[in-house]
T-cell receptor
Framework: DAGVIQSPRHEVTEMGQEVTLRCKPI?????LFWYRQTMMRGLELLIY????????DSGMPEDRFSAKMPNASFSTLKIQPSEPRDSAVYFC????????????????FGPGTRLLVL | AQTVTQSQPEMSVQEAETVTLSCTYD???????LFWYKQPPSRQMILVIR??????QNATENRFSVNFQKAAKSFSLKISDSQLGDAAMYFC????????????FGTGTSLTVIP
């Protein structure tokens, strides 16, 4: 299994530009999570999906952030327009079906996207 | 929402020695799952060990073990025979057995291993 795949691994952009981060969860996993990690705020949950449906987006900072999951194998996190304070490492994680794996199953993290907004 | 507290922002240990990282959590639930994740400089999040709250026996994975005290809501990680590769940020996490798939993470403990 390839694990959770994120792209790009690194992104450098200028303030005001649109940034799109991509995630491919592990095949068969039906829950997907987007996290942001900074030195100041630690690991923050931004949004998570169950069966492609957003369940909790209360962690999304503001309207500049949006996330979609058009199908079970792909999700995007978009920032438009980007600002320097958005600089962080963004993680995607997935978990398998609760029915198949039980509630004890862990989250599997992708390698993260390191975003730098100048 | 549940809260997870790691009161030690930084810890250090001599190579080959033992170190214990602390974690406490706040919940009113009786059944849940607890995890320790390791994040090395590569930034990858790696599962170290997990514990089911209904099990009294402490989980063990090779050099890693936990001390789970349910009444005290404490879940510490013990690393024995520390190795240089253990140097990383360690996160404690909580997951409810009742409500959804959401994980709650602590703020992390940075572990330095001294040669």
């Amino acid at each position: 299994d390839a694990g959770v795949i994120q792209s790009p691994r690194h992104e450098v952009t200028e303030m005001g530009q649109e940034v799109t981060l991509r995630c491919k969860p592990i095949s068969g996993h039906n829950s997907l999570f987007w996290y942001r990690q900074t030195m100041m705020r630690g690991l923050e949950l931004l949004i998570y999906f169950n069966n492609n449906v957003p369940i909790d987006d209360s962690g999304m900072p503001e309207d500049r952030f949006s996330a979609k999951m058009p199908n079970a194998s792909f999700s995007t996190l978009k920032i438009q327009p980007s600002e320097p304070r958005d600089s962080a490492v963004y993680f995607c994680a997935s978990t398998p079906s609760v029915i198949l794996a039980g509630l004890q199953e862990t989250q599997y993290f992708g390698p993260g996207t390191r975003l730098l907004v100048l | 929402a549940q809260t997870v507290t790691q009161s030690q922002p930084e810890m250090s240990v001599q190579e080959a020695e033992t170190v214990t990282l602390s974690c406490t959590y706040d919940t009113s639930e009786s059944d849940y799952y607890l995890f320790w994740y390791k994040q090395p400089p590569s930034r990858q999040m790696i599962l170290v060990i997990r514990q089911e709250a209904y099990k009294q026996q402490n989980a063990t994975e090779n050099r890693f073990s936990v001390n789970f005290q349910k009444a005290a809501k404490s879940f510490s990680l013990k690393i024995s025979d520390s190795q240089l590769g253990d140097a990383a940020m360690y996160f404690c996490a909580y997951r409810s057995a009742y409500t959804g798939n959401q994980f709650y993470f602590g703020t992390g403990t940075s572990l330095t291993v001294i040669p």
